[in-house]
């Protein structure tokens, strides 16, 4: 007998009435719920000290988003056209940003400083509030290029934690229908932004479906299981798991292209977030970067180091 | 696809050494001893079709062992395909139990016969169950084909033997089960998968 088999009473599972939902967009307790897994993650851990840092960082993002003013949108011009070319609305790499973004950073930077800081951290707290605005809009505009080598390692965290949460805001603001489906299955649909992680879900609709969580907006869209989430291969694909783990957490790799993405079932841990416990399991890339695998997008919290 | 730009997000050799958590002044010991202690064991996830009916459902097998490290695989799960449009992850009670089904010690792993009026099956090999089931069919067919109808029309007809074929087929499975079988002249054949 299988273990896993679980036998459902009526009106447990719902029947699948329409087409699978493609997107979900982030809820506006977002980063409460992350800092609250955050903190939840750091007890215990080997890395304690950095997720409990990042809970306090997450805090001060909900508070930026709670009291976030209007941000004007594309128009339903915009969002037609949009969807017809599969193009992200709200694409993180060309749309002209709001300077109403750094006014969140201030704030987070705030909220940061009030905190008991590693002195780096403090200094760097510190550096950024004096950095003159055109300095930061290039910081933010190298982070959503998405090139690591020329990006400051301590600068990241703060610098895109206000970028988060003014696209957060944005794509909040909008309703699924808005937006499109791109011809790269891997991207996300709303911003155009590399996922962090994948989640399967577990109950409802969408049990088993699998969603990529987007690294900058938080945006959920379906992609078919055993796919690369990087070159869209079905052949090839291995799933790597810790050894005498419960295998909610696996790395999805691809022999096509090298590439991987972890999986979050949340079948087998439904307390899981995908910016938290993607941080939380980085020794599993550790391992991975042992087995010549490369990771198939970034996690806007930590950078994973510069080449030496 | 823009994979150069994808390779930044590279965990650098070596460990954390120029991560944000070490920049800002977080210390990652801790982290670098555990992961000494760790290992990655391989597991997969195949896609394939439900062999019992016609309605043919999607599975999604899950085995643990390394295929790199020529490990035997072996299957402990099996759940309907959410992404499958014909089941979106829900299976049938005889679905639900594939897994038993595959490690199942009646399961048939090789040709049997069992005589006429014998009681005991009997172990036999592939090449004497193909000559045989081959042999019975040429002698039926020999013996019951028919050739014209009772209006003297050309029929090539082998209504005594009948053909039944599997339920995960592919299209170009099936177009040769039509080949096949049609050339003998069978009219009575079936194909589990309808879709």
Not at chain 1, 62 to 71: I, R, T
Not at chain 2, 89 to 112: M, N, Q, W
Not at chain 2, 158 to 180: D, R
């Amino acid at each position: 007998m299988s273990a896993e088999v679980r036998i459902l009473e009526t009106g447990q599972i719902e029947a699948p009435v329409s087409a699978i939902y493609h997107l979900f967009l982030p809820g506006r307790d977002l980063f409460a719920r992350r800092a609250e897994r955050l903190r939840f993650l750091s007890r215990d851990h080997a890395m304690g000290d950095y997720l409990a840092f990042l809970a306090l960082l997450a805090d001060a993002q909900q508070e930026v988003l709670d009291q976030f003013p209007e941000v004007s949108l594309p128009d339903a011009d915009e969002q037609a056209r949009c969807r017809e070319q599969g193009k992200p609305l709200l694409d993180a790499g060309s749309m002209k940003r709001g300077p109403i973004w750094r006014n969140g950073l201030k704030i987070i930077l705030q909220k940061m400083r009030e905190s008991a800081l590693p002195r780096a951290a403090s200094e760097t707290v510190a550096g950024l509030m004096q950095a003159a605005e055109a300095v930061l809009e290039e910081t933010a505009d190298r982070i959503l290029a998405g090139n690591p080598a020329e990006i400051s390692p301590q600068e990241l965290p703060f610098v895109a934690a206000a970028l988060q949460v003014y696209w957060v805001q944005m794509a909040s603001s909008l309703r699924e229908d808005a937006f499109g489906r791109p011809e790269q299955g891997g991207l996300c649909p709303v911003c155009g932004s590399y996922p962090m992680a994948g989640i399967v879900r577990s109950g409802g609709a969408e049990q088993g479906l699998r969603y990529l969580s987007c690294s900058l907006c938080a945006s959920e869209w379906h992609m078919v299981r055993i796919k690369c989430s990087t070159c869209e291969s079905t052949q090839g694909i291995d799933y790597h798991i810790l050894e005498g783990s419960s295998g909610a957490v696996k790395m999805e790799s691809c022999s096509d292209c090298g590439f991987y993405l972890k999986l979050l079932y949340l079948g087998k841990d439904s307390g899981m977030e995908a910016l938290a416990d993607d941080l939380a399991t980085l020794a599993l890339d550790m391992l991975m970067e042992k087995e010549g695998k490369m990771r198939g997008g970034p996690n806007l919290l930590l950078h994973f180091g510069r080449p030496l | 696809m823009n994979v150069t730009r994808r390779q930044f997000f590279k965990v650098c050799a070596g460990g954390l050494a120029t991560s944000s958590a070490v920049a800002l002044g977080f210390s990652v010991d801790n982290a670098l001893a555990e992961v000494r202690e760790f290992k990655l064991t391989g597991s997969s996830e195949t896609r394939n079709t439900c062999p019992y009916c016609s309605v043919a459902c999607g599975l999604i097998m899950y085995s643990m062992g390394d295929k790199a490290k020529n490990a035997e695989p072996s299957i402990f799960h099996i759940e309907g395909d959410p992404d499958h449009p014909v089941n979106r992850g829900t299976l049938c009670p005889k679905g639900a139990g594939l897994v038993d089904f595959i490690h199942s010690p009646d399961r048939l792993k090789y040709p049997e016969y069992r005589a006429p009026g014998a009681s005991e099956w009997k172990r036999i090999s592939w090449d004497e169950a193909f000559t045989r089931a081959a042999r019975l069919m040429k002698d039926d067919r020999d013996k019951n084909f028919i050739t014209k109808n009772s209006d003297g029309a050309t029929v090539n007809r082998w209504l005594t033997t009948g053909f039944l074929a599997a339920s995960a087929s592919s299209n170009e499975s099936g177009y040769i089960t039509h080949k096949v079988v049609r050339s003998t002249g069978i009219l009575a054949f079936d194909n589990q998968a309808r879709v």
